[in-house]
């Protein structure tokens, strides 16, 4: 298995980058490599620096760097040796088989679009984020971002692709699909959750449990996958986001507090592409990037891109 | 002033709610009475058991309750002799100036529509909450859950509203208005909340300071007002709540954190309607209500819902 990771991209690239990959080396598994994508002087000056002497990278060198604050689309399709084009470029060559950026997040998800497309059959694909429950479960949320305004059918298919997130990399048996409403009854809500309500309840593929609400978050009996728009997905992650700011402002250490840590989530899968893709937060510092490639490393072992084509393919949903 | 007080709804009521009103007695301003709504029998047992001799309420009797679980339309309308029908039919009468219930929320906005009505030109009366900030501060958020489905002329108004309740009932003068979107810039987000950034721009009675994001909740630098559909509201409040819950599960004692204790909130105020409402969280216990009522005196006095008639009928938004 290899990983590819892009070296530029983040706050703190490339030091912080090649910090992180070089703390997941000594405990990577046999035939997992780290794919380094980036100006390969710099790479070799910052493994100097940082790597064990035995330190065992690959390097691909990519001369060009897309900036935090750039325009996505155009500078996705004009700096074609960027590390972000590079990495996607090897993507859909079969060369790497995930990849991993805390770079450009709008220049990923265009990357992902473009380049190793969307697979037929997905509506809109969803970043997804993992939720800590009190009692050490872990959720699945989905969209937290691509999707602010989503449509009936869209938020059932992202219950479809957030059980399989559960099951095949979380390991959870038969997930539970919450959709996050303002009341538990059905006749609550926006009309596109009411509805989305319906389309999930009749259907069999998935285990909905019915409505969610605001406080059920972060239980320890919050379904495995919750469902909502891109929109109020966006808002939860950044508001448990102040939570743990506040935590941190007034002083509180608390090992359950520690994991709305975004350093200790590692990142955000792209789900519903034709490849595996894991975004960083941009703010990603050594933990974090170790972290972030963890993750990946769980996304490509559990072969996720694989399995939703093959479930779209044999037409179930 | 005399503010009316639902015996009868809530958890805990009729005993939370008589304690609550018990612990305002000492503290009224001259010139400011508690006219007890419900069963008057059970009004005098439970005073007897609770006030101090002197103890100086109105009673009203009610001979009938809306339970929580009631169909909110039907029982407004069929119990007539309820303690919440009554309560509005006083505050329509101008028997009472104020109006608060921690029963059933679905039948106090009912009664809010069909008995004293909304302000002519207001499109939707909103629910607002009130939102702690770290350095001290308070922001005023709406709409936390009567309008899952906001248009962008609805967005505008609750920015017009919201900066009144700031000014008038917290003293803030020349209130900021923030967006809730998910991003900074003004192209991101859903088709509703973009087309409201465009009109909030665009309006010279509010003082518009652009979009905010989830992870700005609860920070010093917070606006004045956050406006949001009654979906997105809904989730924030809920989320927070349940953040409380965890730290309380913690064991986690920060009096900061104490000010998300819905104890310490009070209630959440319709406005738009003509009268001064405030409803209580249904769980509330004797610092709630009594909260409450503060909250309540407040809005009065400010004379929130004449303030803003004045302002529609002189055809500013």
């Known amino acids: 298995m290899r990983i590819g990771l892009d070296v530029m991209g983040g706050d703190y690239a490339p030091s912080a980058i090649i910090e992180g990959a070089v703390d997941m080396l000594g405990g990577l598994d046999n035939g997992v490599a780290i794919v380094l994508i980036g100006d390969e002087n710099i790479i070799t000056a910052e493994i100097e620096a940082h790597a064990p002497p035995n330190g065992n990278f690959e390097i691909v060198h990519a001369s060009q760097v897309i900036g935090m604050g750039d325009h996505p689309t155009r500078a996705f399709s004009e700096k074609r040796d960027s590390s972000i084009a590079v990495g996607y470029g090897m993507l859909k060559k079969g060369l790497i088989d ?26 809109r694909p969803a970043l997804a984020a993992l939720v800590p429950g009190i009692d050490g479960n872990t959720s699945i949320l989905l969209d937290i971002g691509i999707n602010p305004d989503t449509k009936p059918d869209v938020l059932l298919q992202y219950g479809v692709l957030g059980s399989m997130y559960a099951h095949y990399v979380l390991g959870t048996d038969n997930p539970s699909v919450g959709l996050i409403n303002i009341g538990e009854e059905e006749t609550k809500g926006s009309s596109a959750v009411r509805s989305a309500y319906e389309l999930m309840n009749d259907n069999p593929d998935i285990n909905f449990v019915g409505n969610i609400e605001g406080h059920h978050l972060f239980g320890g009996r919050m379904p495995d996958v919750i469902v909502c728009d891109g929109f109020v997905g966006n808002v939860i992650v950044k508001e448990a986001e102040a939570f743990y700011l506040l935590c941190r402002k007034r002083g509180i250490n608390d090992p359950f507090f520690e994991r709305f840590n975004y350093e200790n989530i590692g990142g955000t899968p792209i789900i519903g592409v034709n490849a595996n893709v894991v975004i960083g937060h941009g703010v990603s510092r050594r933990k974090a990037v170790k972290n972030m490639l963890l993750q ?20 179930k949903y």
Do not use: C, E, H, W
């Not at 950026?101 to 709008?106: L, Q, R």
């Not at 992902?112 to 497309?117: F, H, Q, R, T």
């Not at 559990?302 to 393919?313: E, P, T, V, W």
């Open 98 to 123: 995930g990849f991993a950026s805390a770079g450009n997040t709008g220049a990923m998800l265009v990357g992902a679009s473009y380049s190793v497309n969307v697979i037929p059959g997905i509506f």
């Open 296 to 315: 990946t490393i769980d996304v490509v072992k559990a072969d996720l891109a694989n399995k939703i084509k093959d479930r779209l393919q044999n037409g």
